[in-house]
């Protein structure tokens, strides 16, 4: 299996060890499989399988050429975990059912893809020699970057430099994240928003005279944003994994299709839903869930992709985003692989700040898409909802996927059960929550509305929610984004 860049007019190949140590192409584009697998395979056996072993045969398919996946599967899905299933499914509301991508040890479900990865990475490098130091070079919206520190905290030959925006994470995401503790991390608050910080890591990782100022010492950049190929494509694995507990607990037969809603924001776990259907999943539709950050519910309703307008910063911050990186995977497989429509595509956007896909590629998307958002208000009112039919407390971002979906479903016809896909734990923004279930009181923050959530929660608190009052926040560095390239040069 070989990968090739987005961008790359001739199609060049890469290797999967090469595709994951570089995680972005030298054009800008994204790594994707040359020939999308065709496996053939026994959908019910695969599905009741453990979730290692889901895992296990979705690597395969991707990276047969890595030897090892079986022990890095193994160590990326194992006690860190607090439930073997890595990834329950609870039914609540209205025939719905929320999937928890949330029980690793950062409580969001970037821990899914950012425990494998410098597994994947580890296996990559040993594979083509690569005696680089790796220098791991993130920008977040909150959950990916506190991941990735975790990640790759103390892995040898690695080094982790991880960009935020200041004012655009919740307390506790910023607690968690500068909090994490290793010989080989950074982490920097920048003057700005998540668009500029993911901005300015594109530019600096393709910088020439960066790449070689780093090649003098021996290092290289890789990202664990899910641009990183390595990061993606663990997170098919649980939408296959919550089919089988479907199939499990008699909600459908084999070879029934259903629904997922993804909250949404670079777009990669949504792309990895859509990559699941490709290989064989029954899905009916994926509903992609945007908070007022609504750029991608507009483009599936119109076939126009506009980020010019005013970045909000909204109570579901890691789906802050105007420029959704991995929607260019999508676009890829809409062109039929035509790399040079993707390139005028990404250079509109970047001169003119939109662009406009022809009616057959918008007919295409809508097949698999459907698209709706939700304000701050709704999310808070969804989170009421919820926990007053269920008892069951959801996180706001999961929120967005819960109110879109009840939206949805009331505006369509579509029967189908839904899975929502729950992406954090509602305690890595309590403050929100209590809001939403507590609106009449004076709601405390950080630690102290952990505390206070948790008497509304009939489940006690999990090791990885235990741990954040042990968390001891280091002191921290601000710069403007102009300043990212040298603050990098400095830090590595
Ligand atoms: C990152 C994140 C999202 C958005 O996922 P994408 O893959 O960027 O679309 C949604 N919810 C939470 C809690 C996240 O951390």
């Given amino acids: 299996m070989k990968f090739r860049s987005t961008r790359n007019v001739t199609a060049q190949a890469t290797t999967a060890p090469e595709a994951i140590i570089q995680g972005l192409a030298e054009d800008g584009g994204l790594f994707v499989p040359v020939a999308f697998p065709q ?17 296990k045969q979705v690597l395969r398919w991707f990276f047969n050429e890595l030897s090892g996946l079986d022990v890095a599967v193994t160590k990326a899905y194992g006690s860190q975990w607090d439930t073997p299933t890595i990834t329950p499914l609870t039914k609540q509301v209205a025939g719905n059912y929320y999937l928890e991508l949330f029980h690793g040890p950062t409580l969001a ?6 425990q494998a990865l410098p597994q994947l990475m580890g296996l990559a490098k040993q594979q083509v020699h690569n005696q680089n130091e790796t220098i791991i070079l993130t920008a977040t919206s909150g959950d990916t970057g506190t991941a990735a520190l975790r990640g790759f ?24 994240m500068l909090g994490q503790t290793g010989n080989n991390l950074h982490v920097v608050g920048i003057k700005g928003n998540f668009d500029q910080a993911q ?9 020439p005279q960066v790449r070689q100022h780093l090649a003098q010492q021996k290092q290289q950049f890789s990202s664990a944003n899910s641009m990183n190929i390595g990061r993606l494509i663990p997170q098919i694995t649980y939408y296959f994994a919550a089919y089988g507990q479907l199939v499990h607990q008699g909600a459908i037969k084999v070879g029934d299709k259903i629904t997922f809603s993804v909250p949404t924001g670079n777009f990669g776990d949504i792309l990895a839903g859509y990559y699941a259907k490709k290989l064989g999943l029954p899905i009916h539709k994926l509903i992609c869930a945007s908070n007022v950050n609504h750029v991608l519910t507009d483009f599936f309703q119109t076939g126009t992709y506009d980020r010019q307008r005013e970045f909000q910063v909204t109570n579901a911050p890691s789906m802050d985003i105007l420029v959704s990186s991995n ?9 039929h692989q035509d790399a040079e429509a993707i390139n005028k595509l990404m250079q509109q956007l970047q001169s003119q700040g939109y662009y406009q896909v022809t009616p057959q590629v918008h007919e295409w998307l809508s097949q698999t898409f459907a698209a709706g958002y939700a304000n701050p208000d709704q999310v808070e009112a969804e989170i009421q909802r919820v926990y007053e039919q269920a008892n069951y407390l959801i996180d706001p971002h999961t929120a967005v996927g819960s109110f879109v ?39 405390p923050s950080g630690l102290a509305a952990i505390e206070a959530l948790a008497k509304f929660d009939s489940s006690s608190l999990t090791a990885g929610v235990k741990e954040l009052f042990a968390d001891q926040p280091h002191s921290q560095l601000t710069i403007a984004p102009t300043e990212m ?3 990098v040069l400095n830090l590595v």
């Fill in 109 to 114: 479900f970037k821990d899914v893809a950012l």
């Fill in 327 to 335: 929607l260019e995977r999508l676009l890829f497989d809409a062109y």
């Fill in 405 to 443: 979906t009840h939206q949805y479903q009331t505006q369509t016809n579509d029967h189908h059960p839904c899975v929502i896909l729950a992406t954090a734990s509602p305690y890595k923004f309590p403050e929100t929550v209590l809001g939403a279930i507590n609106s009449q009181a004076k709601n």
């Fill in 39 to 55: 496996p053939n395979y026994d959908l019910a056996s695969l599905i009741q399988q453990p979730y290692q072993l889901i895992a």
């Fill in 199 to 207: 901005t300015r890591v594109k530019q600096i990782f393709n910088d």
């Fill in 485 to 487: 390239t040298n603050t």
């Fill in 153 to 176: 905290q103390n892995v040898v030959g690695t080094q982790v430099v991880v960009f935020y925006p200041q004012d655009g994470i919740s307390p506790i995401q910023k607690l968690q």
